[in-house]
């Protein structure tokens, strides 16, 4: 499955931009321009004029220069385009944004020049002539029109219109090497700190209704159309491990393709938890796809028409999943984006971060399937969700229990394991092999505000307070469902079921380790409901991830120190 991913700001106070310009300062220790300059000053010996100048190029180009470099961009990874374009120096100065922005790119090719203003590109590369006619303005013309480069075409020539507009202005004219430091300063900066907002709007499909189907490649499609007319073909995901959601591509009449996840009513909490999960991997700079919660209208056998609530998820080109779903690649076994999934796995209480729940691409990661977050389960079930943070409830979040051996004890995924882990089983004891990467994400994780923790919860769609009724008592029967099932595998565990040796609950004619984590599960998810009756859906659910943060904070950052310590005390003794 392919996803795409993008970036929604959440409003809060102080402003947006400011709040996220701080963070991801904070997060990826970005110093301050003026503080990498100060640098560079001392070791060319800069005059203050020239640092002067460098500020103001530097105002104008992460204004103009650096948003049109990150629009351009965006274009060509849309449509596949990642190779080097070293023709001009802004081109250059692009290729250094698209490195900065730690973008995937296939290795650069030594294309053909003719006349120097034009190239043969490679089959995936559309872009074919580069023409700049006497008043400096950019044209640009394709080698393949079939394929649809307009906006791809479009955003370049902004971009490299308003790199010649900054030359004409002559700052720095006099030190060439430092204007062309400052401009790529400010492009890989722009790049940097919006390098998730690849996509920043979802297609609406809101009131969508099915209408037919065609027949495609021998292939039978149902086909959807919005109130506006807009046509969709759809395709269902089969094969895939399922149990609780549909998985669905969509894709419009301009070949935009998305994700949608259908849930049936008694499970749209996980398609909740995934909006919840989403909304703070974004607020902490982590890589996750676009998604939110849509209506769409759905006709029954009978003629019937219920509105239906679908996550709608972004598509990413080109991104792909682990050829293993149960085993990271050896490059992903240290990829310090996907490690820093860890702390915020363990906040909002995600059991399921599998290598199949990540998508890869040439070394970068994006987050999907949040639906086993706060109390639910991957498969649509409840389980606890407690503000309390203990060396059994990491454990349940780090360690797997997987399908073919129901009493085995294994890592969620091996780069988390790389972090931190738990030994010994549910009673076992926390082992950190990482402690400087999980300081950081614990600093990381202490800037997370208690408003931004309640407007992600808000952004979920949870019921107000007199309409929880209805939900409260569904769950009520799901947990009844449930305990009710783990009783008759104990009076029959000498007689098993076929249902309980393909769940794995027996195993030789013994309680496995899978059937007493699902019945200590089962019994957590009854004290948070109760819980969740008492104060409301959405008020627990805020209030018990603030107390996740500060249990997190202060049960690992003693423990992160006296690691670091230990291991400085070992270097210094060799």
Same mark, same amino acid.
């Given at each position: 499955?392919?996803?795409?991913?993008?970036?929604?700001?959440?409003?809060?106070?102080?402003?947006? =931009?400011?709040?996220?310009?701080?963070?991801?300062?904070?997060?990826?220790?970005?110093?301050?321009?003026?503080?990498?300059?100060?640098?560079?000053?001392?070791?060319?010996?800069?005059?203050?004029?020239?640092?002067?100048?460098?500020?103001? /190029?530097?105002?104008?180009?992460?204004?103009?220069?650096?948003?049109?470099?990150?629009?351009?961009?965006?274009?060509?990874?849309?449509?596949?385009? =990642?190779?080097?374009?070293?023709?001009?120096?802004?081109?250059?100065? /692009?290729?250094?944004?698209?490195?900065?922005?730690?973008?995937?790119?296939?290795?650069?090719?030594?294309?053909?020049?003719?006349?120097?203003?034009?190239?043969?590109?490679?089959?995936?590369?559309?872009?074919?002539?580069?023409?700049?006619?006497?008043?400096?303005?950019?044209?640009?013309?394709?080698?393949?029109?079939?394929?649809?480069?307009?906006?791809?075409?479009?955003?370049?020539?902004?971009?490299?219109?308003?790199?010649?507009?900054?030359?004409?202005?002559?700052?720095?004219?006099?030190?060439?090497?430092?204007?062309?430091?400052?401009?790529?300063?400010?492009?890989?900066?722009?790049?940097?700190?919006?390098? =998730?907002?690849?996509?920043?709007?979802?297609?609406?499909?809101?009131?969508?209704?099915?209408?037919?189907?065609?027949?495609? %490649?021998?292939?039978?499609?149902?086909?959807?159309?919005?109130?506006?007319?807009?046509?969709?073909?759809?395709?269902? /995901?089969?094969?895939?491990?399922?149990?609780?959601?549909?998985?669905?591509?969509?894709?419009?009449?301009?070949?935009?393709?998305?994700?949608?996840?259908?849930?049936?009513?008694?499970?749209?909490?996980?398609?909740?938890?995934?909006?919840?999960?989403? *909304?703070?991997?974004?607020?902490?700079?982590?890589?996750?796809?676009?998604?939110?919660?849509?209506?769409?209208?759905?006709?029954?056998?009978?003629?019937?028409?219920?509105?239906?609530?679908?996550?709608?998820?972004?598509?990413?080109?080109?991104?792909?999943?682990?050829?293993?779903?149960?085993?990271?690649?050896?490059?992903?076994?240290?990829?310090?984006?996907? %490690?820093?999934?860890?702390?915020?796995?363990?906040?909002?209480?995600?059991?399921?971060? *599998?290598?199949?729940?990540?998508?890869?691409?040439?070394?970068?990661?994006?987050?999907?399937?949040?639906?086993?977050?706060?109390?639910?389960?991957?498969?649509?079930?409840?389980?606890?969700?407690?503000?309390?943070?203990?060396?059994?409830?990491?454990?349940?979040?780090?360690?797997?229990?997987?399908?073919?051996?129901?009493?085995?004890?294994?890592?969620?995924?091996?780069?988390?394991?790389?972090?931190?882990?738990?030994?010994?089983?549910?009673?076992?004891?926390? *082992?950190?092999?990482?402690?400087?990467?999980?300081?950081?994400?614990?600093?990381?994780?202490?800037?997370?505000?208690?408003?931004?923790?309640?407007?992600?919860?808000?952004?979920?769609?949870?019921?107000?307070?007199?309409?929880?009724?209805?939900?409260?008592?569904?769950?009520?029967?799901?947990? %009844?469902?449930?305990?009710?099932?783990?009783?008759?595998?104990?009076?029959?565990? *000498?007689?098993?079921?076929?249902?309980?040796?393909?769940?794995?609950?027996?195993?030789?004619?013994?309680?496995?380790?899978?059937?007493?984590?699902?019945?200590?599960?089962?019994?957590?998810?009854?004290?948070?409901?109760?819980?969740?009756?008492?104060?409301?859906?959405?008020?627990?659910?805020?209030?018990?991830?603030?107390?996740?943060?500060?249990?997190?904070?202060?049960?690992?950052?003693?423990?992160?120190?006296?690691?670091?310590?230990?291991?400085?005390?070992?270097?210094?003794?060799?």
């Amino acid at each position: 499955m392919e996803i795409r991913d993008g970036q929604e700001a959440i409003s809060s106070s102080p402003p947006t =931009e400011q709040i996220k310009h701080n963070r991801l300062r904070r997060e990826r220790k970005l110093p301050s321009f003026e503080e990498v300059l100060e640098r560079k000053a001392e070791k060319e010996s800069l005059k203050s004029e020239d640092k002067s100048q460098a500020k103001d /190029l530097f105002d104008k180009a992460k204004s103009d220069l650096g948003s049109k470099a990150v629009a351009a961009i965006n274009e060509l990874r849309r449509l596949g385009i =990642e190779n080097d374009l070293l023709l001009t120096p802004e081109f250059s100065l /692009l290729a250094h944004g698209v490195k900065a922005g730690i973008l995937g790119k296939r290795p650069r090719f030594d294309y053909p020049r003719i006349e120097d203003i034009s190239y043969v590109p490679d089959p995936q590369n559309p872009l074919n002539k580069i023409e700049i006619d006497e008043n400096g303005k950019t044209r640009i013309t394709t080698l393949n029109p079939s394929l649809d480069t307009a906006q791809a075409k479009q955003k370049l020539e902004d971009f490299l219109n308003s790199a010649s507009k900054l030359k004409s202005l002559g700052v720095l004219s006099g030190n060439p090497k430092l204007q062309k430091w400052v401009e790529e300063q400010a492009i890989s900066r722009a790049v940097l700190e919006s390098r =998730e907002q690849v996509v920043s709007d979802l297609i609406d499909i809101s009131g969508a209704k099915l209408v037919g189907q065609e027949n495609h %490649q021998d292939e039978t499609l149902d086909v959807w159309e919005t109130p506006l007319g807009t046509k969709f073909l759809v395709k269902k /995901l089969t094969g895939a491990k399922q149990v609780s959601n549909m998985i669905e591509i969509w894709q419009d009449e301009e070949g935009r393709r998305f994700v949608v996840k259908k849930s049936p009513p008694e499970a749209k909490h996980t398609l909740q938890s995934e909006i919840v999960q989403n *909304r703070i991997m974004k607020l902490m700079g982590l890589p996750v796809p676009d998604i939110n919660l849509q209506d769409i209208v759905e006709t029954s056998k009978e003629g019937t028409t219920t509105t239906s609530s679908v996550l709608v998820v972004g598509f990413l080109e080109g991104y792909y999943e682990e050829a293993n779903p149960f085993e990271l690649s050896q490059k992903y076994l240290i990829n310090q984006y996907l %490690q820093e999934g860890l702390i915020i796995d363990l906040l909002l209480s995600q059991y399921n971060r *599998r290598p199949h729940n990540v998508m890869m691409k040439d070394g970068k990661i994006a987050f999907i399937d949040h639906g086993a977050a706060l109390f639910s389960r991957a498969t649509g079930g409840l389980k606890g969700f407690s503000g309390e943070v203990t060396p059994e409830n990491m454990w349940d979040l780090l360690r797997t229990v997987p399908d073919d051996n129901p009493n085995a004890d294994v890592p969620v995924n091996e780069a988390y394991a790389n972090v931190l882990t738990i030994e010994g089983g549910p009673n076992g004891f926390i *082992r950190i092999a990482d402690p400087d990467l999980l300081k950081k994400s614990l600093a990381r994780l202490g800037t997370l505000q208690d408003q931004e923790i309640r407007s992600a919860v808000e952004e979920a769609g949870y019921p107000q307070r007199e309409d929880e009724v209805i939900i409260l008592e569904g769950f009520e029967r799901k947990i %009844q469902s449930s305990k009710d099932k783990l009783s008759q595998t104990i009076f029959s565990y *000498r007689d098993p079921s076929q249902s309980d040796i393909e769940k794995g609950y027996i195993v030789d004619g013994v309680l496995s380790a899978r059937f007493f984590r699902d019945l200590r599960w089962t019994q957590d998810a009854e004290t948070t409901l109760k819980h969740m009756r008492n104060e409301g859906i959405k008020s627990y659910i805020a209030r018990t991830l603030c107390q996740r943060r500060d249990n997190l904070i202060k049960l690992l950052t003693g423990l992160v120190d006296l690691e670091i310590k230990r291991k400085q005390q070992v270097t210094s003794a060799a």
